[in-house]
Nanobody
Framework: QVQLVESGGGSVQAGGSLTLSCSAS????????MGWFRQAPGKEREGIAA????????YYADSVKGRFTISQDNAKNTVYLHMSSLKPEDTAMYYC???????????????????WGQGTQVTVSS
């Protein structure tokens, strides 16, 4: 069993920065890949960043590459998403998710992530 709890969402002006946190519990083998997804109203949930728990390899969607950085503190079982140069189109509910499979295999395939947090809202105003 894995439990994921996100925090750090809020409202920010365009061009600003925000850092989300995802605190994880449960067996490490159950969360070989940690991902951040987001869902805007009326849109599908999309994967935007992922990190391999072992090794730290990172993966990014084109929409956030160069602006967002995913990182982890394994001692704290926490994954972070640092978001900079935020745009109004980044407004969404942000979710943390875990997969027992390797990131290089699952990438952003939602069906391969079996545990999800409750989400944290990020609102970017122009």
């Amino acid at each position: 069993q894995v439990q994921l709890v996100e925090s750090g969402g809020g409202s920010v002006q365009a061009g600003g920065s925000l850092t989300l946190s995802c605190s994880a519990s449960g067996y490490t083998y159950s969360r070989r890949c940690m991902g951040w997804f987001r869902q805007a109203p009326g849109k599908e949930r999309e994967g935007i960043a992922a990190i391999a728990t072992s090794g730290g390899s990172t993966y990014y969607a084109d929409s956030v590459k160069g602006r967002f950085t995913i990182s982890q503190d394994n001692a704290k079982n926490t994954v972070y998403l640092h978001m900079s140069s935020l745009k109004p189109e980044d407004t969404a509910m942000y979710y943390c998710a875990s997969s027992p499979l390797y990131c290089s295999y699952v990438y952003f395939r939602r069906e391969e992530y079996n545990y999800w947090g409750q989400g944290t809202q990020v609102t970017v105003s122009s």
